[in-house]
């Protein structure tokens, strides 16, 4: 096909990065069948960073104060990114989770 053509074009200019294209190409093909705003823009996080994303958006919505002083500084994160991932679906890509919606 053409962009697997163009993939591998690219890939001979480049190497050292064919293998993270590879990665990113795989990503794609499994997230889109999953977002469907994927081609306009969508969340996609690493499973290891899920916590810091949930608390993130919590700030960057106003749910929580940014400077997180007391109270707010006792919130169970990890709760509340378990909580969060009900909205988000989990793709599974050379081992690694990801999580979209």
Do not use: C, N
Request: hydrophobic share 40%.
């Amino acid at each position: 096909s053409y962009t697997e053509d163009l993939q591998a074009e690219w890939a001979a200019e480049y190497p050292d990065e064919a293998d993270e294209l590879r990665l990113w190409t795989k990503v794609q093909d499994e997230a889109e069948g999953y977002a469907a705003d994927w081609h306009y823009g969508e969340s996609l996080i690493l499973d290891a960073y899920f916590v810091e994303y949930a608390q993130d958006l919590a700030e960057d919505i106003g749910a929580v104060p940014k400077d997180l002083t007391w109270p707010a500084s006792y919130i169970d994160w990890d709760a509340g990114a378990d909580a969060l991932m009900g909205d988000y679906t989990s793709i599974e890509v050379d081992g690694l989770t990801y999580w979209t919606r």
